[in-house]
């Protein structure tokens, strides 16, 4: 039996193919090779074309099901992982009416700053965990402010993992956690916020029905499985925002535990059974994927938007002179540079409101650069220790609320594969780093096996998981 996991990033695709009786991945792919647009009409905006993450899944399983070894009438159930806190809108045909208004984009945060105040801090840390801040819900209220006729014809708001699950099914659903992390959730009612959707006159008719992220959702449609050439009927077994899904993919299932990621963001996650808080907004709270009534779970998230993204900008000016660069090519630049740079400092915040500056827009930068001592190598190398630096000021915030963070569990992938970062962010949190065989597609295969009822439990699931190696911090 075979599991399709589909991870859909800001940046690409990933699609990966488990086999459930090794627990390993027998295939994986990326589409497109190219990072996708990010589109920003206005400044402090970013929205991409969703039926583009559609396109980009169809072409990937047609590149995936050609590899060796995948048999694509094997696959008994999907799990999909998505990039957190987009808003997707569809009328009662299920057309999209606009493009998906994303993560990244900065255009609600002061209608959440707003709600904070008129709701107070009690309500919104007590039952939201978080202020309205800059997530889907304020995104949505943006959007019956600003575009009121278009807004009028929505029938159901989703995620963005939602969305990928209608495109499969045709049945529109979400999750307790895809909401929570849209501050769409009450954790002390654990019902949906509808006191914030009543303050926003908000009918919470708009939200789709609720299904669990890990167990059969909903089933794939004789149209989805003449496209993909998958089987139809199998079920969408497991659906997780990226970060959830990142922790969950590295077995970072129980309290203290914490998993970090450094693709397009960078994002430290930890887990708790606690209803943490941070009530000045430097880190946020969301229902784990693992939450049960029984065995609460929450994750605490640390973000720093301009992770990958920092290195593709500084990719994409160093080759705009037409030379072709890669990763590996800065990564070893770093590496022959001097630790610190040189004294030349990056502050990696130019991708958006910063959740660990209360969703402020600071912008990115170089400081003390200077002219006839510093260049490309240091440029680079400052802009790995940058993005780890700012990665621990939200470090430091987990910590203070409780968390244990001796050590953290990563994907050996996208920044960690640099020595430099990989060390840097060990020495600077004084934290072991953990690099496993996994990332966020193959995470959500292993969650779908669960889903599906072909694993018994986690632990039976993760016996495919291969720790490649720690780095210590020095």
């Not at 990033?9 to 090794?22: A, P, Q, Y």
């Not at 929505?154 to 956690?177: C, N, Q, R, Y």
């Not at 990564?331 to 400092?345: C, F, Y």
């Not at 987990?398 to 060990?426: T, W």
Request: net charge negative.
């Amino acid at each position: 039996m075979h599991f399709l996991g589909i991870d859909v990033g800001s940046s690409s695709v990933k699609l990966s193919i488990l086999d459930g009786i090794s627990g390993k991945a027998v295939a994986s792919t990326t589409y497109p090779e190219t990072e996708l647009a990010i589109l920003s009409p206005e400044a402090g905006w970013a929205e991409q074309d969703t039926e583009t993450w559609w396109h980009c899944i169809a072409q990937g399983c047609a590149v995936l099901f050609k590899k060796p070894g995948v048999d694509p009438k094997h696959i008994g159930a999907i799990g999909i992982s998505y990039q957190m806190h987009g808003l997707v809108l569809v009328d009662k045909e299920h057309n999209v009416l606009r493009p998906s208004i994303i993560w990244c984009d900065s255009r609600a945060v002061e209608i959440g700053n707003k709600a904070l105040v008129d709701m107070g801090a009690d309500y919104c840390f007590g039952h939201l965990l978080n202020s309205p801040g800059n997530f889907t819900a304020a995104k949505l209220r943006w959007v019956q402010e600003n575009e009121p006729s278009l807004f009028a014809r929505v029938h159901k708001m989703m995620l963005p993992g939602d969305f990928i699950a209608m495109k499969l099914s045709g049945e529109i659903t979400t999750t307790a956690s895809g909401l929570s992390e849209g501050t769409l959730w009450d954790f002390e009612t654990q019902t949906v916020a509808s006191q914030l959707l009543a303050h926003w006159n908000i009918d919470a008719q708009v939200l789709p029905d609720l299904c669990p992220s890990i167990g059969v959702q909903v089933k794939v449609n004789a149209q989805a499985a003449q496209l993909l050439g998958i089987p139809e009927g199998i079920p969408i077994a497991y659906r997780g925002g990226d970060q959830p899904n990142n922790a969950f993919s590295l077995n970072v299932l129980n309290p203290g535990e914490v998993a970090a990621t450094a693709g397009t963001s960078g994002v430290i996650y930890g887990v708790t059974d606690q209803k943490a808080a941070d009530r000045q907004s430097r880190v946020n709270t969301f229902l784990h994927v693992t939450n049960t009534l029984d065995a609460p779970r929450n994750g605490v998230l640390v973000c720093v938007n301009g992770a990958g993204r920092s290195y593709s900008w500084l990719r994409q000016l160093l080759g705009a002179s037409g030379q072709s660069i890669d990763y590996g090519q800065l990564n070893t630049w770093a590496a022959n540079t001097p630790v610190g740079a040189d004294g030349l400092i990056f502050h990696p915040f130019g991708n958006g409101a910063e959740r660990i500056f209360q969703n402020r827009t600071i912008g990115a930068s170089f400081s003390k650069l200077e002219l006839n001592r510093h260049g490309v190598g240091h440029m680079i190398r400052a802009t790995q220790e940058g993005i780890v630096f700012a990665l621990n000021q939200g470090f430091e915030v987990l910590k203070s609320l409780g968390g244990q963070c001796n050590v953290v569990r990563v994907g050996y992938g996208n920044m960690f594969l640099s020595d430099v970062f990989a060390q840097a962010f060990a020495n600077t949190t004084q934290a072991a780093v953990e690099c496993y065989n996994t990332d966020g597609a193959e995470g959500a295969a292993r969650a779908a096996a669960i889903g599906s009822g072909f694993y018994a439990s986690p632990q039976e699931a993760f016996g495919g998981l291969v720790k490649l190696k720690v780095i210590e911090p020095q």
